[in-house]
């Protein structure tokens, strides 16, 4: 069927006509990405903020034109654009940040969705997509508690929205005004919640060692012994991906009578691996878990979740609507799903994550952590092989701080932004007490020791210069 220049006739994505309508348009988009992607040749696009700029205007203006192009300029041209100048985390040498490869499968189902456009914030608009999506939360979240009675899960744009849940829902359980304790090495985000939540600023304990210390906690704790107060612990921190001694951690809390609260963003998928799951013992018992499976788990980006033992937790979230949940549509049995989140209009990002489990399996999918996580350690290794280059700690899950042997803050900070703008690799920044490293987050399984090498080759090239 051919693309018409212009015009809505035949191009809605849904109904019966709308594959048929969708077909062509997919080859031009996976034309154009083949095409981008060849453009680009790298990680990422050479020149800089500016460069970047210039080659999107001259594509993209007029942006809105009198008369419009027609859906195959607009796609080719667009799409292509997008993609010349894209950081691909599908490049080996983009190890920037916690910004995974998607699986071409997620991927795939993504397009569903959006074609489909359901919105789960009322059974009538989403009738599959609510059920599909009640039955994997509970999955999900009966894999991070295991034995609890009813575990359930909300599905969120990611880490910072499930840990605002998580703030949130523990100010409401709180018999009184509630004290956030966390490490310097929490996110961002548990700061942010408190500020919008309008919560005194978290009390926030040093980690000089990267880890929230026990000790430090129960002293804390010991000093406000009636204040009610949600400990919040990191598995997975986004600088180095340390884990939090859980376990040590649950213990204060219980002692305390204190909720606990794990940001498992990163490192919660460590519990599809059979030989990475310990790193994260002691997470079943958090009142709330943070997980983030546009992380490490290969979806396209938004896979957000918040999980709890016992669903009641989520009963604060409860809101009434008379045209989205009147209480007689209740009544007679029609879900109610507008407890199920803060925002109304809500996509079905289930439908990746289910396909995807479905697909690959718990095996499958701990298969590509053990991967990652051994390709990390293999880039340790050729670290600690080079006299020139200085490694900051092994690995805990597949993050790798490293710099040059000796090198300043100045310098690491240029050898970044150098390979940045030549498009070289795209290597991430952390600051330890030690000073700034280059960070090396590896999510790519299908990285090769090959590619390794270049890598620390061009570190070590720009260092030359």
Same mark, same amino acid.
């Given at each position: 069927?051919? &693309?018409?220049?212009?015009?809505? #006739?035949?191009?809605?994505?849904?109904?019966? /006509?709308?594959?048929?309508?969708?077909?062509?348009?997919?080859?031009? &988009?996976?034309?154009?990405?083949?095409?981008?992607?060849?453009?680009?040749?790298?990680?990422?696009?050479?020149?800089?903020?500016?460069?970047?700029?210039?080659?999107?205007?001259?594509?993209?203006?007029?942006?809105?034109?009198?008369?419009?192009?027609? !859906?195959?300029?607009?796609?080719?041209?667009?799409?292509?654009?997008? *993609?010349?100048?894209?950081?691909?985390?599908?490049?080996?040498? +983009?190890?920037?940040?916690?910004? +995974?490869?998607?699986?071409?499968?997620?991927?795939?189902?993504?397009?569903?969705?959006?074609?489909?456009?359901?919105?789960?914030?009322?059974?009538?608009?989403?009738?599959?997509?609510?059920?599909?999506?009640?039955?994997? +939360?509970?999955?999900?979240?009966?894999?991070?508690?295991?034995?609890? =009675? /009813?575990?359930? #899960? @909300?599905?969120?744009?990611?880490?910072?929205?499930?840990?605002?849940?998580?703030?949130?829902?523990?100010?409401?359980?709180?018999?009184?005004?509630?004290?956030?304790?966390?490490?310097?090495?929490?996110?961002?985000?548990?700061?942010?919640?408190?500020?919008?939540?309008?919560?005194?600023?978290?009390?926030?304990?040093?980690?000089?060692?990267?880890?929230?210390?026990?000790?430090?906690?129960? *002293? !804390? @704790?010991? =000093?406000?012994?009636?204040?009610?107060?949600?400990?919040?612990?990191?598995?997975?921190?986004?600088?180095?991906? =340390?884990?939090?001694?859980?376990?040590?951690?649950?213990?204060?809390?219980?002692?305390?009578?204190?909720?606990?609260? &794990?940001?498992?963003? %990163?490192?919660?998928?460590?519990?599809?691996?059979?030989?990475?799951?310990?790193?994260?013992?002691?997470?079943?018992? #958090?009142?709330?878990?943070?997980?983030?499976?546009?992380?490490?788990?290969?979806?396209?980006?938004?896979?957000?979740?918040?999980?709890?033992?016992?669903?009641?937790?989520?009963?604060?979230?409860?809101?009434? !609507?008379? %045209?989205?949940?009147?209480?007689?549509?209740?009544?007679?049995?029609?879900?109610?799903?507008?407890?199920?989140?803060?925002?109304?209009?809500?996509?079905?990002?289930?439908?990746?994550?289910?396909?995807?489990?479905?697909?690959?399996?718990?095996?499958?999918?701990? =298969?590509?952590?053990?991967?990652? +996580?051994?390709?990390?350690?293999?880039?340790?290794?050729?670290?600690?092989?080079?006299?020139?280059?200085?490694?900051?700690?092994?690995?805990?899950?597949?993050?790798?701080?490293?710099?040059?042997?000796?090198? /300043?803050?100045?310098?690491?900070?240029?050898?970044?932004?150098?390979?940045?703008?030549?498009?070289? #690799?795209?290597?991430?920044?952390?600051?330890?007490?030690?000073?700034?490293?280059?960070?090396?987050?590896?999510?790519?399984?299908?990285?090769?020791?090959?590619?390794?090498?270049?890598?620390?080759?061009?570190?070590?090239?720009? *260092?030359?210069?």
């Amino acid at each position: 069927m051919p &693309v018409p220049a212009s015009g809505t #006739a035949h191009l809605l994505a849904g109904g019966t /006509d709308g594959p048929r309508a969708l077909r062509p348009m997919l080859d031009i &988009v996976l034309d154009a990405l083949a095409t981008g992607a060849t453009d680009r040749a790298g990680p990422l696009p050479p020149g800089g903020p500016g460069a970047v700029s210039r080659r999107v205007r001259a594509a993209a203006e007029p942006v809105l034109p009198t008369t419009g192009t027609g !859906a195959r300029d607009a796609l080719h041209t667009l799409v292509r654009t997008l *993609t010349a100048g894209a950081a691909d985390p599908a490049e080996p040498h +983009c190890t920037a940040h916690l910004h +995974c490869p998607p699986l071409a499968v997620a991927t795939a189902a993504d397009l569903a969705a959006s074609a489909l456009n359901p919105s789960l914030d009322s059974w009538d608009q989403a009738p599959a997509a609510a059920e599909l999506e009640a039955l994997t +939360c509970r999955a999900l979240a009966a894999l991070v508690h295991p034995g609890a =009675a /009813d575990p359930d #899960a @909300l599905v969120t744009t990611g880490g910072t929205e499930s840990n605002q849940l998580a703030v949130l829902l523990a100010r409401e359980a709180a018999a009184g005004p509630l004290h956030i304790v966390c490490g310097a090495n929490a996110h961002h985000s548990i700061h942010r919640a408190a500020w919008l939540l309008g919560l005194p600023a978290p009390l926030t304990l040093p980690t000089p060692a990267g880890l929230l210390d026990p000790h430090r906690l129960h *002293t !804390a @704790l010991s =000093a406000t012994p009636d204040t009610p107060t949600l400990v919040v612990a990191t598995a997975g921190t986004t600088d180095t991906g =340390a884990i939090d001694p859980l376990p040590e951690l649950a213990d204060i809390c219980a002692a305390h009578a204190t909720d606990l609260h &794990v940001d498992a963003s %990163y490192g919660g998928p460590l519990l599809f691996s059979d030989t990475h799951r310990t790193r994260v013992a002691g997470l079943d018992r #958090a009142r709330t878990v943070t997980l983030d499976l546009h992380k490490l788990g290969w979806q396209p980006v938004a896979a957000g979740l918040l999980t709890v033992p016992d669903t009641t937790q989520l009963a604060p979230l409860a809101h009434q !609507a008379d %045209y989205l949940n009147a209480d007689d549509d209740t009544d007679a049995g029609y879900p109610d799903l507008l407890g199920r989140s803060l925002r109304t209009t809500r996509r079905p990002d289930i439908l990746k994550i289910a396909v995807t489990l479905r697909a690959l399996g718990r095996t499958g999918l701990g =298969a590509l952590v053990d991967q990652v +996580c051994a390709t990390a350690h293999h880039l340790a290794d050729l670290i600690e092989a080079r006299p020139g280059l200085e490694l900051q700690a092994r690995p805990t899950i597949s993050t790798v701080l490293f710099r040059p042997t000796g090198a /300043d803050d100045t310098t690491v900070a240029d050898i970044r932004r150098t390979l940045l703008h030549h498009g070289h #690799a795209v290597l991430g920044r952390a600051t330890t007490s030690e000073g700034l490293w280059l960070k090396a987050t590896l999510l790519n399984p299908h990285t090769r020791p090959g590619d390794l090498h270049t890598l620390l080759d061009l570190v070590e090239g720009s *260092t030359a210069r």
